[in-house]
Structures are given as C-alpha cells and as structure tokens.
T-cell receptor, first 114, second 114 residues
C-alpha cells in the first residue's frame, strides 16, 4: 500500500536555526506533493505544493521544498526558523489517478525556542 | 478565496445519539469534498470521498452505516455520526476541492461523546 513517511516526529530548534523535515513516499507513479502546516488551535494551511516543473518549490513564510524523484522525497526546508514557526507539519501525496485523495504523513511537531 | 467552514466547531453528545457536522465551501463550488478524522497528536486519516450528487466512497475500515455522508449541493456536505460511542470522540476535518488537486481544509469539529 502506498504510504507517506515523515521520519522526524518531534523537532526542537532555537530561533535562527535551519530546518529540514524529511518526507518520503512509496508510490511509483506520477504524484502531486504538498506540505501543510497546522498552528496550535488552527486548521490546516497549505505551505507549498509541487505538481510539475522546477523541483525546487518555494512556499509561504520562507519555506521551500525539493522534490527528488529518484529518492521519492519531498523534504521541507527553511534557512532560519522563528518562534512563530512552532506548529505541526504534514507532508501529503496525491496520486494523479486517485481522484484527488490525499495521503498524509504522520506529521512532525516543531518547537522553536525563542 | 477558497474558504471552507465547518459547523459546529465543537459538540458534546451522549452515547447512543447522532450528531451532524456540516462542511461548507463559502466562495467556490466544491465538486469533491473529503472527510478526515484526526486523533490527538496523530495525522489525518481519510474517511471518505464525497462527490456532489453521488454516494460517498468510504475508505477501508470506515463503517458507512455509522458515518453517513451527504453531498447534496456543490457547497455543502454533511457527516452524521450515528449512534455515537465514546470511541467516536475525535477531531473531524473536511476539505473541498473544485476539479483540482489542491484541497482547502475546514477548521475542524471536535466531537466528544460522553
């Protein structure tokens, strides 16, 4: 069965540190890739998405992600985190032939210390 | 744009009763809506996919007679949890899409069954 793996369940960083959250998926066909963020007490928001084209995708709030097809990966990065980035981050994959269904990773809880 | 609302935001009901949750797309027509369930500190689990005017498609392991989904219009889908039990207590989230792969998420509904 297809799956999405996020290897870091909890990450603690100090402000200004660099962030990289891993995401791998197990599906060999064409996919769309997403990163969502869920701030405490708020609903899911789209950070960025990859459908096609340049594998380096820039999103909101200084986040970016790189799609590496050969590694089935879509890692999220931010050069310098802020306290306000404290949230839970979810990677999600949508197969092109799956009627838009999203498969979510287990999420990574990020705590940024001021 | 692309706002999805849910009502109620939280609900407490007694065991054995039914509760209805509404999901509305406020500024676009949602050809497809999705219902997810999120347990504390866990990821989103897709429950069902709902296309306007047709029966919902349930994921494996989700009881369709317990979780009744109706998508009667392009802006409204409802999830009814029938004969609720304490193990149905969870955070229920809907999302909507308009013929695309990007889903817009509602703020969620917290259900507590006593």
């Amino acid at each position: 069965a297809q799956s999405v793996s996020q290897h870091n369940h909890h990450v603690i960083l100090s402000e200004a540190a660099s962030l990289e959250l891993g995401c791998n998926y197990s599906y060999g066909g064409t996919v769309n890739l997403f990163w969502y963020v869920q701030y405490p007490g708020q609903h899911l928001q789209l950070l960025l998405k990859y459908f096609s084209g340049d594998p380096l995708v820039k999103g909101i709030k200084g986040f970016e992600a790189e799609f590496i097809k050969s590694k089935f990966s879509f890692n999220l990065r931010k050069p310098s985190v802020q306290w306000s980035d404290t949230a839970e981050y979810f990677c999600a994959v949508n197969r092109m032939d799956s009627s838009y269904k999203l498969i979510f990773g287990s999420g990574t809880r990020l705590l940024v210390r001021p | 744009g692309a706002v999805v609302s849910q009502h109620p935001s939280w609900v407490i009901c007694k065991s054995g009763t039914s509760v209805k949750i509404e999901c509305r797309s406020l500024d676009f027509q949602a050809t497809t809506m999705f219902w997810y369930r999120q347990f504390p500190k866990q990821s989103l689990m897709l429950m069902a996919t709902s296309n306007e005017g047709s029966k919902a498609t349930y994921e494996q392991g989700v009881e369709k007679d317990k979780f009744l989904i109706n998508h009667a219009s392009l802006t409204l889908s409802t999830l009814t949890v029938t004969s609720a039990h304490p193990e149905d207590s969870s955070f229920y989230i809907c999302s909507a899409t308009h013929r695309g792969h990007e889903q817009y998420f509602g703020p969620g509904t917290r259900l507590t069954v006593t």
